[in-house]
């Protein structure tokens, strides 16, 4: 085989396809997907705002990266050294990552320091160093500073008599030098207090309040709260001199480390581990470059990190505390704002069972507003024929009206069962709090499924109706929050498909007894049917094409690593299938190889809302079907999690397949293609083409995928 590295690969004779040259790194993919978010805020057609935002999620992606994945892999390295063994391959997988981000983390300090800074002052947002500042300007801060932060420093001095102090995860601090008088140079942490602002609003002329509210604010003289402290420090430490103030951060491994066998209860591991994860291991240190080697390598050796693992900046540390200057009030610098819209079917709450007794209902967030959702459970809630609710709660928002929902039913005395998520990382305390609240209003809580996370998202309501009991159901590709149902692009489903009922009702009464249905009549199930009822219909595709030929797979998903779904997929292509991939994120799989993959084309959006939906479309030799759900073609997915796939109804298999999975195909404008080597470029416009930004185009035809306003 040729070298994978390159844009253009060939392969000869029948590659084997175990081979791990043809894959892409997992890691390495991830890395290549954040860049992608990192030029988004170099693009000066994003409005300015919105393009710190970017560079604000880019900060946040790598620091659950360092947290989930790296630690990850620290953890296989340490575990191989216990056994005097060496893990080469994690080994190399830390090597990639350090190399990868030495190149991109230049990129992301050039971007604030030349690119946006600049640009944000020039529009009245002057985020200042302070140095910068007037002396009447640091008269007023020090005052603010005695008053409001001076009272909950604690400086943690380290020596014989003082232990190394412990370091909260993704804590900023200042590492200080001080002369002393009697004992010479010494070295003391302090903590950046999480509680203030990063961005402290400098008064203005006779202005003598510090506001803390961006959203008062049009313009704005801003300086880091840590630069602050350390122009400070004499206060901190009186009668001694002030040799220097360098700022770090650290990075924690967040893994909360459940036994599944060991803990029998569930909801008591979780609460004592929840807030201990910033206890992990150190798997990163952050510096910049005024720091001295004298004082990192105290920190290195403390933190017991190796210096593969430290990364120096020429930007301020942690970056993702930008996203709260979006918060000011300067609509021009962002998107323009738009209202999302209820389906014209559901925008009478009271008829939304009449509807559903007539036909299917397709919801395309945000584009189709979330509060149709929301009105679902709560019209659930209000109707007095409605027995029962039963509903997966994976990632809820902080006022959610879902819950308050849920609960209402208790009160009336309906059967609510809900399932909450206790192991939905970074949300654990949350969930917990929701979990307490629904059980004190009488509500059945049940807290996942033994051994795996359930992460299906499906809301089942039983009514009594003339005919009977019948089922009403709504499933979704994304969680039932009301916050993130703005931002993520997602698809709902809305049904009073009987069979999909049956399913829907025999899958909780597994999640929450001890039923072993292991087949369903149209749900697609992890971890008992879905990973071979995928591979199936892969096999099928290939078999049909070589019988009538026009086979097509459009399969679009978050992320791609399931190596047996990729070996698959990497069949169909050679036996000619056309393959159209829309991976947002990992990406395992090496399109364009000749003689394996050139029929295989893969492209990713990152743009103004996150593409979240998974959708699975199969020609089926023109018997066409469409799969939605929580699934992507991961292992923890097919075998370690609770996930569904469900089918849409055949009057919308045409608008998926054209509107939404045709338009996102021809994005020209957000997309990037995926080459053999596993790096993405822009797709630009060809000549004869005009741009096309999927989104937008979303945006401006939410009405394109609701069948009602078509046929008037």
């Given amino acids: 085989m040729d070298n994978v590295k390159g844009t253009r690969v060939e392969v000869s004779g029948m590659p084997d396809l175990s081979d791990p040259c043809l894959y892409t790194d997992r890691e390495y993919s991830w890395l290549q997907f954040n860049d992608r978010v990192l030029e988004e805020a170099f693009d000066d057609r994003n409005p300015l705002l919105e393009r710190v935002k970017f560079l604000s999620i880019f900060g946040s992606n790598l620091d659950e990266f360092f947290m989930v994945r790296v630690s990850g892999i620290q953890k296989r390295i340490m575990e191989a050294a216990k056994d005097d063994r060496t893990d080469e391959l994690a080994q190399e997988q830390l090597r990639i990552i350090r190399e990868e981000l030495l190149r991109q983390l230049p990129l992301n300090d050039s971007c604030w320091n030349k690119m946006l800074e600049p640009a944000l002052r020039e529009k009245g947002i002057k985020v200042l160093n302070y140095f910068e500042l007037s002396k009447k300007e640091r008269e007023k801060l020090r005052d603010y500073f005695e008053r409001n932060i001076f009272p909950l420093l604690t400086p943690l001095g380290f020596d014989s008599g003082h232990p190394f102090p412990h370091i909260s995860n993704l804590s900023l601090n200042l590492a200080v030098l001080i002369d002393d008088p009697d004992f010479g140079e010494r070295f003391a942490r302090v903590k950046i207090p999480p509680m203030f602002m990063r961005l402290i609003v400098v008064p203005e002329g006779d202005q003598e309040r510090i506001t803390s509210s961006l959203e008062e604010l049009k313009n704005g003289h801003f300086v880091w709260l840590e630069q602050l402290i350390a122009a400070n420090l004499d206060l901190l430490f009186p009668g001694q001199r002030i040799l220097g103030a360098y700022p770090f951060r650290i990075t924690r491994d967040a893994d909360l480390g459940f036994d599944e066998d060991g803990d029998k209860d569930l909801l008591t591991a979780v609460k004592q581990r929840v807030g201990r994860n910033y206890f992990g291991s150190v798997v990163r240190l952050e510096t910049d470059y005024t720091m001295p080697i004298k004082v990192s390598d105290i920190l290195l050796k403390n933190l017991e990190l190796s210096p593969s693992l430290m990364f120096r900046s020429a930007a301020p540390l942690g970056l993702s505390n930008l996203i709260k200057l979006a918060q000011i009030n300067r609509p021009e610098l962002k998107y323009e704002h738009f209202e999302p819209k209820k389906h014209s079917q559901l925008a009478n709450r009271e008829q939304i069972f009449a509807t559903l007794k007539k036909r299917d209902v397709f919801l395309y967030h945000p584009y189709d507003s979330f509060e149709s959702v929301i009105d679902f459970v709560e019209e659930s809630a209000d109707d007095p024929d409605v027995l029962a609710i039963k509903m997966t709660l994976y990632r809820v928002d902080d006022n959610s009206r879902i819950i308050q929902a849920l609960m209402k039913a208790a009160d009336r005395r309906k059967q609510v069962a809900v399932l909450v998520e206790l192991k939905a990382r970074f949300d654990e305390e949350n969930n917990i709090g ?12 049940a807290y996942g499924f033994p051994g795996r996370k359930t992460h299906a998202k499906m809301c089942l309501v039983v009514r009594a109706e003339k005919e009977g009991i019948r089922y009403y159901v709504h499933m979704s590709t994304g969680n039932y929050n009301a916050v993130t149902g703005k931002l993520y692009t997602d698809m709902g489903y809305l049904t009073s498909d009987p069979c999909i009922g049956k399913d829907v009702s025999d899958l909780f009464n597994a999640l929450t007894g001890y039923s072993r249905k ?129 089918p849409i109804s055949a009057e919308y298999i045409p608008v998926v397949r054209d509107v939404i999975l045709g338009t996102h195909l021809k994005d020209n404008v957000k997309a990037r293609l995926l080459l053999p080597n596993g790096k993405t470029e822009r797709i630009y416009p060809q000549p004869e083409e005009e741009e096309l930004d999927s989104q937008s185009w979303m945006l401006e035809n939410s009405r394109s995928w609701d069948l009602s306003s078509k046929k008037g």
């Avoid at 929701?434 to 809580?445: D, F, I, Y």
């Avoid at 019988?547 to 000619?576: P, T």
């Fill in 434 to 445: 929701w979990a307490k609240e629904l059980e004190r209003k009488g509500v059945h809580v």
């Fill in 518 to 646: 292991d087949h369903y009549i149209k749900l697609l199930v992890a971890p008992q049917t879905l990973r071979h009822q995928i591979l199936e219909r892969i096999r099928r595709e290939i078999d049909l094409h070589e019988k009538y030929g026009n086979g097509h797979l459009i399969f679009k998903m978050n992320s791609l690593v399931d190596y047996q779904c990729i070996r698959e997929l990497y069949r169909a292509s050679q036996a000619g299938v056309k393959i159209d991939l829309l991976v947002r994120g990992i990406c395992c799989l090496r399109p364009g190889i000749i003689g394996l993959s050139e029929n295989i084309r893969v492209t990713s959006i990152v743009g103004r809302f996150l593409e979240h939906s998974r959708i699975y479309y199969f020609r089926n030799g023109g018997k066409e079907e469409i799969l939605m759900g929580s699934a992507d073609l991961m292992p923890r997915n097919l075998d370690n999690r609770v996930e569904v796939l469900f």
